[in-house]
Each structure stands twice: as C-alpha cells, then as structure tokens.
C-alpha cells in the first residue's frame, strides 16, 4: 500500500490547501494560477496588479495576499496527518494522471483508504437513488464482474444504484472508490456509515472539499466531474429524466471518455437516463464483454487474455428440488414478492418454506429485502 510521505512536500500542501480555502477563488482561478506560477508558494507574493490581471476580484486578492486563511490551512493539514487522510495537490507523484486531464481538476483531493486503488483501471458505475430491483442487481452484478477482472469500481455513495455499485465490488473482494459531496469526514448519507468503513478498508474515499463541509446540494453536481474523471468510462443503470446521474455521463463526453449504458423497461421512468443515452449513441451494456471491449488496447488485452488462459470454472451444481423450483416461481427479479404471498402459492408448510427461502438466499439464488421481502437475483450474461 502506498504511504504519503509529509516531509517532502508539508509547507507546498499547506499553501494549495489555502489557496482552495480563499472564498471567490473558484476551481478555475486555481487552476489558472497554479498555471501562471507551478510553484504554489510564490503564488502569495504576487502584487496586487498581477492577481487582477489573472481574473480575481478584490476580495480574493485581499485575501491571498494577506494570508488570511493561512492558520486555517496549517489548522486542516494537521487534521489530515492525525487523521491518517492522505492529501494530494496537482503535481505531485499520486495524484491521479486521468483526472489532470479535465478541463478543471481540483486543486487538491483529501483520501482516506487505500492509494494504490488510483493506479488500477477505473470504471463509473452511477444511477438513480430510487432504483427498481432490476437495477439495484444488474449494478450489483456488473460491478462484482468487473472487479473480478481487475478494474476498480468508481461512484458516488449516494442511495440506490450508487451504493449497490460499491457493495457488489466490496462482495467481489475488488477496490471501490468514493467520491463525497461533503467533507471527508461527513458521512452522508449517514446510513452508509458501514459501507464507508468497509471502503475505507479495502478502497479509497476521496473529496475535494475541505474537512468539515456540509453536503450542499450545489456540491454533488460539482463531485460528478470527479466521478467520471477519475474512470476510462461510465456506465449509467438507471435515471429518471432530470436525474443527477445524467450531468455524470454529460460530464463523461465531455471529457471524451466511453459512456455506457444499460438498457430498461420502455414504461418505467428509470429507464428515461439510460435508454436516452443509447439513443446519443452511448454502448448498450448486456455483459462486462461489453464494457471490456471498449477500454484501452493493453488494458482490454490483459483482462481477455486472463479470462481465455485461466482455469476452467468449475461447475456449479444448479440442482433444484421440486419445492425449491416451485418456490422460485413465485418470485420475481424486478418487484419483490411478499413472504404471505409465497406461502400462500406453493402450499408448503411455513417451517418447509423458510428452510427452502433461507437455503436459496444462502446459494444466491434469491435475496431478502426489508419487509420480510423477496426478490429473484438477476444474472446479468457472462
């Protein structure tokens, strides 16, 4: 696992992380005098004039070279070093290379996890907050085929198709990365605090927002570009017509990276996102073949050559008894079925039937939701 190592670059990340604390200083006059001036520290002595010429108003220029926000930077790096959060600028050796070539990268992430998880191949997976069933497992499913074959699975944490992306990679044993809306150190949503710990532990959670900052609204519309960034493509589940998950694969063209989606019901809302991106020419995704065989030739190599030259799966053994295929019957993949509705169908005693509910959930053959809920698992094609 990569270790951030303070001693060589302390006072420059202290000086970046001012920079982004300086309130009418936006990403793009960050960038644009971090441009003018590499090294981050000269950028304070510059005299009033030449802050003007490069676009900052009065106030911005008051600030910086006042250096009013200096204890504050000194203030959040030392949280970063007692918090073990890994902070990397623009410049420096982790910073990831893909994200630079946004239009505008930010001046400086916060992380906490694992840094080795940047220099995998990244793919997005992101969606609706109200997914059906359907895509709550095809999310799930991708994501943990995708992981299985070295890629690392990007998205938002946000509820819905976000989290099942993160869970499916984390099932699959894979690394996941986090992209906050908030403050490293927020949880939102607070649910999700489970899921953070385990990303945190085997992935990478990242914001560009200073410790401490609340989710706004206005931020998650800003994080996308990160999400997309960060990944050689993103794949969008589900998305209703003004859905936020739509500005992530917007954002994605734009910085001309593969955009993919999976295909829905023609009558269901959620469907609007993906099917309309198929229409804009965006590739429709029935496998991870399918997202596979769009990324860079090397990549796409690797992965083809593994899964052609590995060993044999073994044969998995999908013998049903005549209950259990009575009982699975009963169940569908995109709605969940209620257990009373189950017993009532297959005519088996409640003992039987929670024995046979349990040892299907057990062999993954069907997944309990709350509300002594049942839904069907669907398999996306291998």
Known sequence: MRAKDWTLDENRLQDAIELTLIPGLGRQAQNRLRQAHPEISGIFSLDDQALKILGLDSEARHALRSRRFRAMGREILDWCKHEGCHVLCQGDKSYPALLCEIPDPPLVLYTLGNLDALDIPCIAIVGTRRPTFYGLQMARGLSSDLACRGIT?????????????????????????AIFGCGIDVIYPREHRRLVSQISEKGLLISEFAPGTSPSPQNFPVRNRIISGLSLGT?????????????????????????FALPGNLTSPQSFGPNYLIKQGAKLVQSWKDIVEELPPDIRRKILIQENVGPDPIPRLELLTEDEIKVLKL??????????????GC??????????????????????????????VARPHK
């Open 153 to 177: 699975i990007v998205s938002g944490l946000a509820r819905g198709i976000d989290a099942a992306a993160h869970n499916g990679c984390l099932e699959a044993a894979g690394s996941t990365i």
């Open 235 to 259: 794949l969008l589940v589900e998305a209703r017509e003004y859905s936020g998950s739509l500005i992530t694969a917007r954002l994605a063209m734009e910085q001309n990276r593969e955009v």
């Open 331 to 344: 169940i569908e993949t995109d709605r969940a079925t209620q257990f009373d509705k189950i017993f009532r």
């Open 347 to 376: 005519g088996l005693e409640i003992s039987i039937l929670s024995a046979i509910l349990l040892d299907l959930e057990m062999r993954g053959w069907i997944h309990q939701v709350p509300g002594n809920l049942y839904v069907k």
